[in-house]
Nanobody, 134 residues
């Protein structure tokens, strides 16, 4: 059984930074073709944040976070470190949301719009709350 669990959320002041971590149990992240982060703010629909393909190439970001957020996979080489990260800088109150990591097996040639769609991902974590205050 595959489980994803996020951590690293919290309360931070505007302009600050947080690093979210998603850890997987039951399957190595490299066995998924794509991993991603999404978020959902109160009263709003879930929205795409970033995805990262297994085959490499540049990660892709939502316009609202490009240049401030960085998605990455653990590069330690340690088989026990089955994690992906979301480094978030220059946070603003608009970034306040529950953040979810997701993993899927869409073909690597899938269009960008497909990989930005949450329905393309079969595995989700329960989410971690990020609150940004002035």
């Amino acid at each position: 059984q595959v489980q994803l669990v996020e951590s690293g959320g919290g309360v931070v002041q505007a302009g600050g930074s947080l690093r979210l971590t998603c850890r997987a149990w039951g399957r190595r992240f490299e066995l998924f073709t794509v991993v991603a982060w999404f978020r959902q703010a109160p009263g709003k629909e879930r929205e795409f944040v970033a995805f990262h393909k297994r085959s490499g190439g540049a990660p892709y970001y939502a316009d609202s976070v490009r240049g401030r957020f960085t998605i990455s996979r653990d590069a330690s080489g340690d088989a026990a470190e089955n994690k992906i990260y979301l480094e978030m800088n220059l946070l603003t109150p608009d970034d306040t949301a529950v953040y979810y990591c997701a993993a899927g097996s869409q073909p690597l040639i899938s269009p960008r719009t497909t990989l930005m769609d949450g329905t393309s991902y079969g595995y989700w974590g329960p989410g971690t709350q990020v609150t940004v205050s002035w």
